[in-house]
Protein backbone atom coordinates (compact mmCIF):
# COMPACT_ATOMS: atom_id res chain seq x y z
CA UNK A 1 0.00 0.00 0.00
CA UNK A 2 1.38 3.25 -0.61
CA UNK A 3 1.72 5.90 2.02
CA UNK A 4 -0.02 9.33 1.76
CA UNK A 5 3.65 11.08 1.52
CA UNK A 6 3.82 8.64 -1.43
CA UNK A 7 0.77 9.44 -2.84
CA UNK A 8 1.12 13.26 -2.53
CA UNK A 9 4.68 12.96 -4.16
CA UNK A 10 3.81 10.81 -7.15
CA UNK A 11 0.88 13.55 -7.38
CA UNK A 12 3.12 16.00 -7.72
CA UNK A 13 5.25 14.77 -10.22
CA UNK A 14 2.64 13.51 -11.98
CA UNK A 15 1.52 17.27 -12.40
CA UNK A 16 5.57 18.10 -12.99
CA UNK A 17 5.94 15.34 -16.04
CA UNK A 18 2.52 14.21 -17.07
CA UNK A 19 -0.72 15.28 -18.38
CA UNK A 20 -2.92 15.42 -15.20
CA UNK A 21 -5.62 12.46 -15.61
CA UNK A 22 -9.32 13.56 -14.63
CA UNK A 23 -10.02 13.68 -11.05
CA UNK A 24 -11.57 10.21 -9.95
CA UNK A 25 -13.47 10.62 -7.22
CA UNK A 26 -12.29 6.40 -5.72
CA UNK A 27 -9.34 8.19 -4.56
CA UNK A 28 -7.93 4.33 -3.69
CA UNK A 29 -7.74 2.95 -7.11
CA UNK A 30 -6.95 7.02 -8.59
CA UNK A 31 -3.66 7.35 -6.29
CA UNK A 32 -2.54 3.31 -7.48
CA UNK A 33 -3.51 4.26 -11.34
CA UNK A 34 -1.10 7.55 -10.45
CA UNK A 35 1.66 5.75 -9.14
CA UNK A 36 1.67 3.10 -12.42
CA UNK A 37 1.33 6.25 -14.46
CA UNK A 38 4.83 7.73 -12.24
CA UNK A 39 6.32 4.23 -12.02
CA UNK A 40 5.93 3.90 -16.37
CA UNK A 41 7.49 7.59 -16.70
CA UNK A 42 10.41 7.29 -14.50
CA UNK A 43 11.70 3.91 -15.20
CA UNK A 44 11.86 2.09 -18.76
CA UNK A 45 10.24 -0.97 -20.30
CA UNK A 46 12.25 -3.04 -22.04
CA UNK A 47 9.52 -6.39 -21.47
CA UNK A 48 9.60 -7.44 -25.07
CA UNK A 49 5.46 -7.90 -25.05
CA UNK A 50 5.11 -4.10 -23.74
CA UNK A 51 4.84 -1.26 -25.78
CA UNK A 52 2.94 2.02 -24.83
CA UNK A 53 0.23 3.16 -26.47
CA UNK A 54 -1.06 6.72 -27.94
CA UNK A 55 -2.91 9.15 -26.50
CA UNK A 56 -6.07 8.70 -28.80
CA UNK A 57 -6.04 5.00 -28.30
CA UNK A 58 -6.17 4.82 -24.39
CA UNK A 59 -9.17 7.51 -24.78
CA UNK A 60 -11.07 5.48 -26.85
CA UNK A 61 -10.13 2.47 -24.51
CA UNK A 62 -11.74 4.90 -21.89
CA UNK A 63 -14.83 5.79 -23.65
CA UNK A 64 -18.71 4.89 -23.04
CA UNK A 65 -18.50 2.25 -25.38
CA UNK A 66 -17.33 0.23 -22.35
CA UNK A 67 -21.19 0.48 -21.23
CA UNK A 68 -22.23 -1.80 -24.47
CA UNK A 69 -23.42 -5.57 -24.92
CA UNK A 70 -23.31 -6.46 -28.48
CA UNK A 71 -23.22 -10.26 -28.32
CA UNK A 72 -23.29 -11.76 -32.35
CA UNK A 73 -21.34 -9.50 -35.24
CA UNK A 74 -22.42 -6.19 -37.26
CA UNK A 75 -25.86 -6.51 -38.50
CA UNK A 76 -26.29 -9.81 -36.65
CA UNK A 77 -26.81 -8.64 -32.81
CA UNK A 78 -28.58 -10.45 -29.69
CA UNK A 79 -29.33 -7.01 -28.58
CA UNK A 80 -31.07 -3.46 -29.58
CA UNK A 81 -28.96 -0.31 -30.06
CA UNK A 82 -26.23 -1.55 -31.44
CA UNK A 83 -25.91 0.60 -34.42
CA UNK A 84 -22.81 2.53 -33.82
CA UNK A 85 -21.14 -0.20 -32.58
CA UNK A 86 -22.04 -2.48 -35.75
CA UNK A 87 -20.39 0.56 -37.92
CA UNK A 88 -17.30 0.81 -35.51
CA UNK A 89 -16.57 -3.20 -35.19
CA UNK A 90 -17.06 -2.92 -39.13
CA UNK A 91 -14.39 -0.17 -39.41
CA UNK A 92 -11.88 -2.31 -37.22
CA UNK A 93 -12.47 -5.53 -39.28
CA UNK A 94 -12.26 -3.76 -42.48
CA UNK A 95 -9.35 -2.10 -41.19
CA UNK A 96 -7.70 -5.18 -40.23
CA UNK A 97 -7.97 -6.91 -43.35
CA UNK A 98 -6.70 -4.20 -45.26
CA UNK A 99 -3.57 -3.74 -42.91
CA UNK A 100 -2.60 -7.33 -43.16
CA UNK A 101 -3.87 -8.12 -46.17
CA UNK A 102 -6.54 -10.98 -44.26
CA UNK A 103 -9.32 -12.40 -46.56
CA UNK A 104 -11.22 -12.83 -43.11
CA UNK A 105 -10.72 -11.31 -39.90
CA UNK A 106 -12.17 -11.13 -36.40
CA UNK A 107 -11.54 -8.93 -34.09
CA UNK A 108 -13.26 -9.84 -30.85
CA UNK A 109 -10.83 -11.95 -29.44
CA UNK A 110 -9.77 -10.44 -25.32
CA UNK A 111 -6.62 -11.17 -25.68
CA UNK A 112 -4.15 -13.78 -27.72
CA UNK A 113 -4.92 -17.06 -25.61
CA UNK A 114 -8.78 -16.53 -26.39
CA UNK A 115 -7.84 -15.84 -30.25
CA UNK A 116 -5.53 -19.46 -30.36
CA UNK A 117 -8.17 -21.03 -28.47
CA UNK A 118 -11.01 -19.81 -30.41
CA UNK A 119 -8.87 -21.72 -33.79
CA UNK A 120 -8.48 -24.65 -32.04
CA UNK A 121 -12.49 -24.58 -30.63
CA UNK A 122 -13.17 -24.09 -34.32
CA UNK A 123 -10.88 -26.74 -36.16
CA UNK A 124 -10.04 -29.77 -32.69
CA UNK A 125 -12.17 -32.00 -30.90
CA UNK A 126 -10.59 -32.70 -27.73
CA UNK A 127 -7.65 -35.29 -27.92
CA UNK A 128 -6.65 -34.26 -30.87
CA UNK A 129 -3.05 -33.59 -31.75
CA UNK A 130 -1.69 -30.31 -31.80
CA UNK A 131 1.98 -29.56 -32.21
CA UNK A 132 3.76 -26.52 -30.90
CA UNK A 133 6.83 -24.52 -29.86
CA UNK A 134 7.96 -26.04 -26.63
CA UNK A 135 7.98 -22.72 -23.48
CA UNK A 136 11.62 -23.12 -22.96
CA UNK A 137 12.81 -23.12 -26.26
CA UNK A 138 10.53 -19.64 -26.84
CA UNK A 139 7.03 -20.84 -27.47
CA UNK A 140 4.02 -19.90 -25.29
CA UNK A 141 1.74 -21.64 -22.68
CA UNK A 142 -1.23 -21.89 -25.07
CA UNK A 143 1.06 -23.93 -27.57
CA UNK A 144 0.62 -27.21 -25.93
CA UNK A 145 2.01 -26.70 -22.38
CA UNK A 146 1.46 -29.17 -19.79
CA UNK A 147 0.12 -26.95 -17.46
CA UNK A 148 -2.33 -25.17 -19.95
CA UNK A 149 -5.37 -26.00 -21.30
CA UNK A 150 -4.13 -26.59 -24.42
CA UNK A 151 -1.77 -29.25 -22.70
CA UNK A 152 -4.41 -30.92 -21.25
CA UNK A 153 -7.44 -31.18 -23.64
CA UNK A 154 -5.53 -31.76 -27.00
CA UNK A 155 -2.64 -34.04 -27.33
CA UNK A 156 0.25 -31.72 -27.51
CA UNK A 157 3.66 -32.58 -29.05
CA UNK A 158 6.35 -30.16 -28.87
CA UNK A 159 8.91 -29.06 -31.05
CA UNK A 160 12.31 -27.11 -29.77
CA UNK A 161 15.10 -25.57 -30.96
CA UNK A 162 18.45 -27.14 -32.66
CA UNK A 163 20.63 -27.82 -29.33
CA UNK A 164 24.02 -26.02 -31.26
CA UNK A 165 22.65 -23.48 -33.20
CA UNK A 166 19.45 -22.44 -31.02
CA UNK A 167 17.31 -22.00 -34.45
CA UNK A 168 14.20 -23.72 -35.44
CA UNK A 169 15.15 -27.05 -37.15
CA UNK A 170 12.59 -27.17 -39.86
CA UNK A 171 13.73 -30.39 -40.80
CA UNK A 172 13.57 -32.03 -37.35
CA UNK A 173 9.77 -30.57 -36.99
CA UNK A 174 8.81 -32.20 -40.10
CA UNK A 175 9.95 -35.51 -38.77
CA UNK A 176 7.85 -35.04 -35.47
CA UNK A 177 5.12 -33.90 -37.46
CA UNK A 178 5.24 -37.13 -39.60
CA UNK A 179 5.49 -39.26 -36.80
CA UNK A 180 2.99 -38.02 -34.89
CA UNK A 181 0.89 -36.61 -37.58
CA UNK A 182 -0.72 -33.40 -35.91
CA UNK A 183 -4.48 -31.83 -36.80
CA UNK A 184 -2.88 -28.39 -36.07
CA UNK A 185 0.85 -27.08 -36.22
CA UNK A 186 1.05 -23.89 -34.47
CA UNK A 187 4.31 -21.83 -35.71
CA UNK A 188 5.22 -18.45 -34.07
CA UNK A 189 6.66 -17.90 -30.66
CA UNK A 190 7.03 -15.86 -27.25
CA UNK A 191 11.24 -15.53 -26.87
CA UNK A 192 12.42 -16.34 -30.83
CA UNK A 193 14.87 -13.86 -31.99
CA UNK A 194 14.93 -14.87 -36.10
CA UNK A 195 12.65 -14.99 -39.10
CA UNK A 196 10.28 -17.63 -38.61
CA UNK A 197 9.88 -19.09 -42.05
CA UNK A 198 6.18 -19.71 -42.63
CA UNK A 199 6.46 -20.81 -46.22
CA UNK A 200 8.55 -24.06 -44.47
CA UNK A 201 5.77 -24.73 -42.22
CA UNK A 202 3.21 -24.43 -44.32
CA UNK A 203 4.97 -27.28 -46.45
CA UNK A 204 5.28 -29.24 -43.44
CA UNK A 205 1.52 -28.82 -42.87
CA UNK A 206 0.48 -29.34 -46.32
CA UNK A 207 3.15 -32.66 -46.34
CA UNK A 208 1.66 -34.21 -43.11
CA UNK A 209 -2.21 -33.20 -43.64
CA UNK A 210 -2.08 -30.96 -40.53
CA UNK A 211 -3.56 -27.17 -40.82
CA UNK A 212 -1.55 -24.18 -39.73
CA UNK A 213 -2.02 -21.68 -37.38
CA UNK A 214 0.67 -18.88 -37.19
CA UNK A 215 0.67 -16.63 -33.79
CA UNK A 216 2.25 -13.56 -34.64
CA UNK A 217 1.34 -12.00 -31.10
CA UNK A 218 5.19 -10.79 -30.95
CA UNK A 219 6.13 -8.99 -34.33
CA UNK A 220 2.87 -8.71 -35.55
CA UNK A 221 4.09 -4.72 -35.93
CA UNK A 222 6.49 -6.21 -38.56
CA UNK A 223 4.32 -8.27 -40.50
CA UNK A 224 2.38 -5.35 -40.77
CA UNK A 225 4.84 -3.04 -42.55
CA UNK A 226 6.48 -5.77 -44.35
CA UNK A 227 9.84 -6.09 -42.22
CA UNK A 228 8.98 -9.98 -41.53
CA UNK A 229 7.70 -12.11 -43.99
CA UNK A 230 3.85 -12.36 -43.59
CA UNK A 231 2.12 -15.70 -43.37
CA UNK A 232 -1.57 -14.35 -44.88
CA UNK A 233 -1.90 -16.15 -47.62
CA UNK A 234 0.58 -19.19 -46.41
CA UNK A 235 -1.26 -20.41 -42.99
CA UNK A 236 -4.52 -21.24 -42.54
CA UNK A 237 -5.41 -19.27 -39.52
CA UNK A 238 -3.28 -16.19 -37.98
CA UNK A 239 -3.24 -15.03 -34.61
CA UNK A 240 -2.31 -12.06 -32.89
CA UNK A 241 -2.24 -9.95 -29.69
CA UNK A 242 -2.65 -6.26 -30.45
CA UNK A 243 -0.50 -4.66 -28.54
CA UNK A 244 3.25 -5.46 -28.43
CA UNK A 245 4.77 -4.45 -31.74
CA UNK A 246 1.55 -3.38 -32.91
CA UNK A 247 1.03 -0.92 -30.43
CA UNK A 248 -2.51 -0.83 -29.92
CA UNK A 249 -4.59 -1.87 -26.77
CA UNK A 250 -4.69 -5.10 -24.69
CA UNK A 251 -6.15 -7.20 -26.68
CA UNK A 252 -6.13 -10.27 -30.12
CA UNK A 253 -7.78 -10.88 -33.40
CA UNK A 254 -7.68 -13.58 -35.62
CA UNK A 255 -7.42 -13.79 -39.14
CA UNK A 256 -8.20 -16.69 -41.30
CA UNK A 257 -9.12 -17.95 -44.77
CA UNK A 258 -12.40 -16.95 -46.42
CA UNK A 259 -13.10 -20.94 -46.47
CA UNK A 260 -12.69 -20.89 -42.57
CA UNK A 261 -14.43 -17.44 -41.86
CA UNK A 262 -17.66 -18.71 -40.91
CA UNK A 263 -16.12 -21.49 -38.49
CA UNK A 264 -13.97 -19.13 -36.44
CA UNK A 265 -16.63 -16.46 -35.86
CA UNK A 266 -18.81 -18.91 -34.30
CA UNK A 267 -15.62 -19.95 -32.55
CA UNK A 268 -15.62 -16.67 -30.80
CA UNK A 269 -19.30 -16.53 -30.32
CA UNK A 270 -20.77 -19.21 -29.08
CA UNK A 271 -17.87 -20.75 -28.50
CA UNK A 272 -15.54 -19.45 -26.31
CA UNK A 273 -16.75 -15.70 -26.05
CA UNK A 274 -19.64 -13.64 -24.79
CA UNK A 275 -20.02 -10.24 -25.07
CA UNK A 276 -17.03 -8.21 -27.16
CA UNK A 277 -15.36 -5.21 -25.60
CA UNK A 278 -16.33 -2.46 -28.17
CA UNK A 279 -14.43 -0.36 -26.07
CA UNK A 280 -11.20 -2.17 -26.99
CA UNK A 281 -12.40 -2.99 -30.47
CA UNK A 282 -12.94 0.53 -31.52
CA UNK A 283 -9.35 1.04 -30.03
CA UNK A 284 -8.08 -1.78 -32.17
CA UNK A 285 -9.49 0.31 -35.77
CA UNK A 286 -7.68 3.26 -34.01
CA UNK A 287 -4.37 1.30 -34.14
CA UNK A 288 -4.70 -0.53 -37.33
CA UNK A 289 -5.20 3.06 -38.64
CA UNK A 290 -2.03 4.16 -36.85
CA UNK A 291 0.04 1.06 -38.01
CA UNK A 292 -1.08 2.19 -41.61
CA UNK A 293 1.08 5.83 -41.43
CA UNK A 294 4.59 5.79 -42.88
CA UNK A 295 6.03 7.05 -39.65
CA UNK A 296 5.09 3.70 -38.14
CA UNK A 297 7.05 1.79 -40.67
CA UNK A 298 9.83 4.18 -39.64
CA UNK A 299 9.25 3.62 -35.94
CA UNK A 300 9.07 -0.25 -36.47
CA UNK A 301 12.76 0.38 -38.11
CA UNK A 302 14.00 1.94 -35.15
CA UNK A 303 13.09 -0.98 -32.96
CA UNK A 304 14.67 -3.75 -34.92
CA UNK A 305 17.65 -1.17 -35.42
CA UNK A 306 18.12 -0.39 -31.32
CA UNK A 307 17.68 -4.44 -30.81
CA UNK A 308 20.27 -5.54 -32.92
CA UNK A 309 22.48 -2.47 -31.82
CA UNK A 310 21.57 -3.89 -27.76
CA UNK A 311 22.50 -7.24 -29.28
CA UNK A 312 25.56 -6.69 -30.73
CA UNK A 313 26.83 -4.30 -27.67
CA UNK A 314 26.28 -7.42 -25.31
CA UNK A 315 27.95 -9.79 -27.38
CA UNK A 316 31.01 -7.23 -27.27
CA UNK A 317 30.45 -7.07 -23.53
CA UNK A 318 30.79 -10.79 -23.88
CA UNK A 319 27.24 -11.91 -22.80
CA UNK A 320 25.89 -15.15 -25.02
CA UNK A 321 22.79 -14.16 -26.97
CA UNK A 322 20.37 -16.84 -27.66
CA UNK A 323 20.81 -18.12 -31.02
CA UNK A 324 23.52 -15.80 -31.18
CA UNK A 325 22.00 -12.21 -32.25
CA UNK A 326 18.25 -10.91 -33.37
CA UNK A 327 16.24 -10.14 -36.41
CA UNK A 328 13.35 -8.65 -34.78
CA UNK A 329 12.48 -6.86 -31.51
CA UNK A 330 14.06 -8.71 -29.11
CA UNK A 331 16.56 -11.32 -27.87
CA UNK A 332 17.50 -13.66 -24.87
CA UNK A 333 20.96 -12.94 -22.48
CA UNK A 334 21.80 -16.06 -21.73
CA UNK A 335 23.28 -15.66 -18.00
CA UNK A 336 24.65 -19.53 -17.46
CA UNK A 337 28.91 -17.64 -17.77
CA UNK A 338 27.78 -14.41 -15.80
CA UNK A 339 26.86 -16.72 -12.68
CA UNK A 340 23.94 -15.28 -12.26
CA UNK A 341 19.94 -16.64 -12.89
CA UNK A 342 17.44 -14.64 -14.66
CA UNK A 343 15.46 -14.14 -11.68
CA UNK A 344 18.26 -12.23 -9.84
CA UNK A 345 19.00 -10.65 -13.09
CA UNK A 346 15.64 -8.77 -13.46
CA UNK A 347 15.49 -8.47 -9.50
CA UNK A 348 19.11 -6.27 -9.99
CA UNK A 349 17.64 -4.26 -13.42
CA UNK A 350 13.74 -3.60 -11.47
CA UNK A 351 16.16 -1.76 -8.83
CA UNK A 352 17.78 0.25 -11.08
CA UNK A 353 14.52 1.46 -12.76
CA UNK A 354 14.53 -1.23 -15.85
CA UNK A 355 11.77 -3.74 -15.92
CA UNK A 356 12.45 -7.08 -18.14
CA UNK A 357 11.39 -10.71 -18.01
CA UNK A 358 13.35 -13.48 -16.84
CA UNK A 359 13.05 -16.26 -19.76
CA UNK A 360 14.19 -19.73 -19.86
CA UNK A 361 17.02 -20.20 -22.65
CA UNK A 362 16.53 -23.97 -24.89
CA UNK A 363 16.46 -26.38 -22.81
CA UNK A 364 17.04 -24.69 -19.46
CA UNK A 365 17.53 -26.43 -16.54
CA UNK A 366 16.21 -24.10 -14.15
CA UNK A 367 12.63 -23.74 -13.25
CA UNK A 368 10.64 -21.53 -15.13
CA UNK A 369 10.03 -19.37 -11.91
CA UNK A 370 13.99 -19.11 -11.73
CA UNK A 371 15.36 -19.32 -15.51
CA UNK A 372 18.76 -19.00 -16.75
CA UNK A 373 17.99 -15.78 -18.77
CA UNK A 374 16.19 -12.67 -19.11
CA UNK A 375 14.37 -11.42 -22.36
CA UNK A 376 15.08 -8.03 -23.96
CA UNK A 377 13.02 -6.03 -26.13
CA UNK A 378 13.05 -2.54 -27.38
CA UNK A 379 9.29 -1.74 -28.65
CA UNK A 380 8.46 0.19 -25.52
CA UNK A 381 11.95 2.52 -25.10
CA UNK A 382 11.80 3.17 -28.74
CA UNK A 383 8.03 4.56 -28.81
CA UNK A 384 9.34 6.76 -26.59
CA UNK A 385 12.20 8.38 -28.38
CA UNK A 386 15.32 6.27 -27.43
CA UNK A 387 17.51 5.25 -30.58
CA UNK A 388 20.95 3.67 -30.81
CA UNK A 389 23.30 5.91 -28.89
CA UNK A 390 20.82 5.46 -26.21
CA UNK A 391 20.90 1.93 -26.85
CA UNK A 392 23.97 1.25 -26.27
CA UNK A 393 24.53 3.69 -22.96
CA UNK A 394 21.63 1.66 -21.61
CA UNK A 395 23.18 -1.37 -22.76
CA UNK A 396 26.66 -0.59 -20.57
CA UNK A 397 24.14 0.00 -17.90
CA UNK A 398 22.15 -2.94 -17.72
CA UNK A 399 25.85 -4.79 -17.56
CA UNK A 400 26.96 -2.50 -14.91
CA UNK A 401 23.77 -3.69 -12.97
CA UNK A 402 24.23 -6.94 -13.50
CA UNK A 403 27.85 -7.60 -12.80
CA UNK A 404 27.02 -6.08 -9.14
CA UNK A 405 23.53 -7.53 -8.95
CA UNK A 406 23.93 -7.99 -4.71
CA UNK A 407 25.48 -4.20 -4.30
CA UNK A 408 22.55 -2.43 -3.54
CA UNK A 409 24.55 1.02 -3.56
CA UNK A 410 26.15 0.59 -6.52
CA UNK A 411 22.34 -0.69 -7.48
CA UNK A 412 21.03 2.67 -5.95
CA UNK A 413 23.75 5.01 -8.02
CA UNK A 414 22.81 3.08 -11.34
CA UNK A 415 19.30 3.86 -10.30
CA UNK A 416 20.13 7.88 -10.19
CA UNK A 417 21.50 7.58 -13.71
CA UNK A 418 18.35 5.85 -15.56
CA UNK A 419 15.38 7.70 -13.83
CA UNK A 420 16.88 11.14 -15.54
CA UNK A 421 16.91 9.52 -18.47
CA UNK A 422 13.37 8.01 -18.23
CA UNK A 423 11.93 11.35 -17.24
CA UNK A 424 13.17 13.24 -20.33
CA UNK A 425 11.81 10.35 -22.56
CA UNK A 426 7.83 11.33 -22.24
CA UNK A 427 5.20 8.49 -22.52
CA UNK A 428 2.89 9.28 -25.32
N1 LIG B 1 3.11 -12.87 -21.86
C1 LIG B 1 3.46 -12.56 -23.22
C2 LIG B 1 4.91 -12.34 -23.38
O1 LIG B 1 5.48 -11.71 -22.50
O2 LIG B 1 5.49 -12.74 -24.37
C3 LIG B 1 2.97 -13.58 -24.14
O3 LIG B 1 1.63 -13.80 -23.88
Redesign the pocket.
Known amino acids: MHSQSENTHNKQLLQETITPAASIADTLIADLVAAEQVRQQQSMSF????NHTSQQIMRITGSVLTNKYAEGYPGKRYYAGCAVVDEIEAVAIERCKKLFGAEHANVQPH???QANFAVYQAVLKPGDTIMGMSLDAGG???HGHGVNASGSLYKAVQYAVDRDTQLLDYDAIERLAHEHKPKLIIAGA??YSRIIDFERFAAIARNTGALLMADI??IAGFVATGLHPSPLGVADFVTS?TH?TLRGPRGGLIMCKAEYAQHLDRAIIPGTQGGPLLHAIAAKAVAFHEAMQPDFTVYQQQVLTNARTMADTFAVLGYAIVSGGTDNHMFTLDLRSKNITGLVAQQALEAIGIAV?RSCIPFDTQKPWITSGI?IGTPAMTTRGMTTTMAVELTHLIDEALRHADDAPFLKRLADQVKPVALTHRLP
Not at 47 to 50: P, Q
Open positions: IASEAGCHLTSSAHTKSR
